[in-house]
Nanobody, 121 residues
Framework: QVQLVESGGGLVQAGGSLRLSCAAS????????MAWYRQAPGKQREMVAR???????NYADSVKGRFTISRDDAENTVYLLMNSLKPEDTAVYYC???????????????WGRGTQVTVSS
């Protein structure tokens, strides 16, 4: 079994910062791309930031310059540092990872259950 568990969400005022963490655990051989997505009420889930195993990063235009994604492969953890938060950043944030469970297995996509981020104006 593989689990992704997010933490670090909460309520913050506009202009503030939060740091999200997502730890992968279980039977893991390797992790390729890790990413953060978010879903606001009534909206589709959207990619926020992505980091490859080679630490190349991509960001949604709406968060460029404010959010930073990073990873700790020794801990199988991905982070999202969110600065200058805006009310429109309010959403449930989900962790996503492409994981290979054994040396011969395929890559599978796993999701966490999400953590709520609320930014008040």
């Amino acid at each position: 079994q593989v689990q992704l568990v997010e933490s670090g969400g909460g309520l913050v005022q506009a202009g503030g910062s939060l740091r999200l963490s997502c730890a992968a655990s279980g039977s893991i051989f390797s992790i390729n791309t890790m990413a953060w997505y978010r879903q606001a009420p009534g909206k589709q889930r959207e990619m926020v930031a992505r980091i490859t195993s080679g630490t190349n990063t991509n960001y949604a235009d709406s968060v460029k310059g404010r959010f930073t994604i990073s990873r700790d492969d020794a801990e199988n953890t991905v982070y999202l540092l969110m600065n200058s938060l805006k009310p429109e950043d309010t959403a449930v944030y989900y962790c996503n990872a492409e994981i290979r469970r054994t040396v011969i297995s395929n890559l599978y996509n796993y999701w966490g259950r999400g953590t709520q981020v609320t930014v008040s104006s």
